[in-house]
């Protein structure tokens, strides 16, 4: 569900964070229209209604996990989970994270990768939301739902900033609902 189909029709944060989000075409591999969120970060009043507006959903819904996927989920999961009073996990790439950890592998829209989590990160019961930057495919998604709903913790929703409504994903989600910002951007050469 777009933030504007559940009450933010006309607001005038979503059209600035829209308007941050820079197109690189051809990137990492030809033919991918990289959807480029870092200028959101070189403006602080635009970060911060990125920020808002997934703690305002998030704030009183008893979520005590906020997991974000290497590496533009942890642009936003930290600042959401203090905001909202929940730990915050990382979900990171094969490799990355010392100790014990689990893994998952999936595919993505140009290739195949694998997220891992500590096995002593969430706790069965948690109730968690995933954060990432953008939902096209629905692979590194489902693969995070799958990492936390193995230790026993419920993922009640995943949260995106763009969502690219074309490619599908929310399918490979069994069911969970996905809260997104922002449409993806065309690319304005």
């Not at 005590?64 to 990382?90: C, D, N, Q, T």
């Amino acid at each position: 569900m777009f933030a504007e189909e559940n009450g933010l029709r006309g607001d005038p944060r979503l059209r600035e964070i829209f308007e941050a989000i820079r197109v690189v075409p051809h990137f990492p591999k030809p033919g991918i229209m990289f959807q480029d969120i870092t200028p959101l970060f070189t403006n602080p009043q635009v970060f911060k209604h990125t920020v808002d507006i997934f703690v305002e959903r998030y704030r009183d819904k008893g979520i005590s996990v906020v997991a974000g996927v290497e590496a533009r989920g942890f642009m936003f999961g930290p600042s959401i989970a203090l905001a909202i009073g929940a730990k915050f996990v990382p979900l990171r790439k094969r490799g990355k994270l010392p100790g014990e950890v689990i893994s998952e592998y999936y595919d993505l829209e140009y290739g195949k990768d694998c997220l891992e989590m500590h096995t002593d990160a969430v706790e069965k019961g948690d109730k968690a939301v995933v954060v990432d930057d953008l939902i096209a495919t629905g692979g590194t998604l489902s693969a995070a739902i799958k990492l936390i709903e193995r230790i026993g913790a419920e993922v009640v929703e995943c949260a995106c900033v763009i969502g690219v409504p074309a490619a599908m994903g929310q399918k490979r989600l069994n069911g969970r609902p996905v809260y997104m910002l922002v449409e993806p951007k065309d690319f304005q050469g």
